[in-house]
Each structure stands twice: as C-alpha cells, then as structure tokens.
C-alpha cells in the first residue's frame, strides 16, 4: 500500500461532513442510547452494554494495528511516527477492552451499535492510514512544542475522561440502573466531565500530529459529544431539584 494524499483529504473532508451533519441532527434532540432513550423497557434490539462497546470500539483498535503489522517494510522511523499511532492505539486499547468490562451501563440500540461500528472501522481507517503511510515528521518532532504540548493535552484529557467515566460507574450498584448526581473530580464543575477529558485528548492528538485527519476527527468529536454533554446538563436540571446551579455543561466556568 502506498499514500494517496487525495484519499486522506477526501476521507477527513467527509469526516467534517459527518461531524456537521452529526451536529445538525443531535444539537436539538440527543442521540438515542443511555439516559436519553426514550423505550426503557424495551428489550428487543439492544445488546448488553459490555458487548456493544466492546464490539462498537474494536475496529478503532484492531484497524490502525493491522495496517501497522501489514506494513511493508515496517515503519520504526521516526520515533514522533511511532508514537503517535501508539498513542491512538492505546485510547482505543483502554476503549475496547478495559471501559466495557467495567461499564453498569444500559443495553445499547443495536441500531447504534451498526453505525458505532461503521464510524470506527472509517475513522481507524484514516488515521492509521495517515500515520502508518503518509505522514512524515523530522527526525526531531519529539522535541517540537507542537508534538510536547499536544501530547501534554492528551494525557491531561485521557486522565479526566478515565476518571470521570471511573466516578460515573462508582454511581452504580451492579445491576443498579438509576441515575444519580455525579460528584467530584471535574463533575464539580461540568457535567460532562467525561465528554470534556475526550475533547481535551483528542485535540492534544490533533496539534501533535498537526493532520488533517486528527483535526477532523477532534472536530467530530466535539459535535458527537460536545452536543450530548448538554442534553445530559438539562437532564440532570430537569430530574433533580438539588442539581448544583453553578454547574456548567461542558467547559469549567464558562459553558
Ligand atoms: N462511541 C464515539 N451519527 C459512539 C457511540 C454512539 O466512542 O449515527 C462516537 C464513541 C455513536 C458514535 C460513537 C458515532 C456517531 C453515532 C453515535 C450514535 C449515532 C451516531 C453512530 C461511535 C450517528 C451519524 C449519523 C452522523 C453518522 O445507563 P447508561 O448507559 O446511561 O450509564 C452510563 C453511566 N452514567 C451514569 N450512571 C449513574 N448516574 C449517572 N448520572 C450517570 N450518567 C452516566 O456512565 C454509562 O454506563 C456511563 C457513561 O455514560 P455517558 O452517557 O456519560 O457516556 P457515553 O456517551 O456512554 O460514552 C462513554 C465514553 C465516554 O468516556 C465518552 O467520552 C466516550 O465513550 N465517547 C462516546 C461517544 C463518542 C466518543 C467518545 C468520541 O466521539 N470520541
């Protein structure tokens, strides 16, 4: 295989499409799965949640580790190439087979889980593709505040959005499935604390990798969640009369 520039551009083009149209779709009415699905009871359809994310999240792991095996000769130069395809792998290492064998979350739409799973078979598609085949970095990006402050910002999100999800879970009882007010870490400030360390990491990943593929992918991350984590403030405002006031939606302070 050899690097199409084209093909990258029209892949991370159509991902900004996608992220606007996700946007479009979700802004007013929250995608359908967890506390915004509105047939609870209904078991038909759903798989366990364990399962869903587990099968949902595994392309974006297995995909950009199978073009990276696949290479011809193998890519070990430079070290900042390495890296940063490690660095997507191992998000998507803790995703797929760490964050589902904890979860106490609910039976995920099936439907859902089809288009999940699309969506992370084409975005691990593009950005391993982009690492492994075209992107090329000087021998010193190591040392270049780009890679340094973005791969700061990476951990800094990827340890919120651990934490954060690890507060969720602790809400829950096993079997429970209510909902409670999350409390501490960054939930004393946003409500979604979670969404907010994922932004955060994936534009850490973005300004590291300078690409267009990342940039696209931190973009649509932020009309995926960013759009969520404020349904899920007015859900906690409507449901409980105690909510904190001074909470915010999705960044500390400010929104
Ligand atoms: N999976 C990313 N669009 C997605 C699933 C949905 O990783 O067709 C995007 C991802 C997909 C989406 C994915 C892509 C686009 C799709 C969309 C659905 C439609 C959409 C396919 C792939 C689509 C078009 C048409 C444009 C293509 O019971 P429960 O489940 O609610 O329990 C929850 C629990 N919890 C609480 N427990 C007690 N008390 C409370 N108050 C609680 N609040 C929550 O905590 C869960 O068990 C757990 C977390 O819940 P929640 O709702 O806070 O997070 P969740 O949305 O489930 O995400 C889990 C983690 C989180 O860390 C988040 O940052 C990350 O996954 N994530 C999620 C979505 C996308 C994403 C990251 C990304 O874009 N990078």
């Given at each position: 295989m050899q690097c199409f520039p084209s093909?990258?551009?029209?892949l991370s083009s159509l991902l900004g499409a996608l992220a606007l149209l996700q946007l479009s779709l979700y802004l007013r009415v929250p995608s359908r799965y967890g506390k915004h699905e509105e047939r609870l009871c209904r078991p038909r359809g759903r798989l366990p949640a364990r399962c869903a994310w587990f099968l949902q999240e595994l392309p974006s792991f297995l995909v950009p580790a199978l073009l990276l095996a696949l290479r011809s000769p193998p890519r070990l130069e430079p070290l900042g190439c390495r890296l940063l395809c490690c660095l997507f792998c191992w998000h998507y290492f803790y995703r797929t087979f760490i964050y589902p064998f904890f979860t106490r979350g609910r039976p995920f739409p099936l439907?859902?889980?089809f288009f999940g799973?699309?969506?992370?078979?084409?975005n691990g598609f593009l950005q391993g593709y982009y690492l492994i085949y075209c992107a090329e970095y000087p021998n010193d990006w190591c040392t270049d505040i780009r890679f340094t402050s973005g791969l700061l910002l990476f951990l800094l999100g990827m340890g919120i959005n651990i934490h954060?999800?690890?507060l969720l879970r602790q809400l829950r009882k096993p079997g429970e499935v209510t909902y409670k007010i999350p409390q501490g870490g960054l939930f004393?400030?946003?409500?979604?604390?979670?969404?907010?360390?994922e932004i955060v990491e994936w534009f850490g990943f973005a300004i590291a990798t300078w690409s267009l593929p990342a940039f696209a992918f931190a973009f649509f991350t932020l009309c995926c969640i960013g759009p969520r984590a404020y349904h899920h403030h007015r859900y906690y405002?409507?449901?409980?009369?105690d909510y904190p006031k001074s909470r915010k939606a999705l960044i500390p302070f400010v929104f």
């Open positions: 093909l990258v551009l029209a439907q859902l889980l799973t699309l969506f992370c078979i084409y954060s999800d690890l004393t400030y946003v409500s979604g604390a979670n969404y907010f360390g405002l409507k449901t409980f009369m």
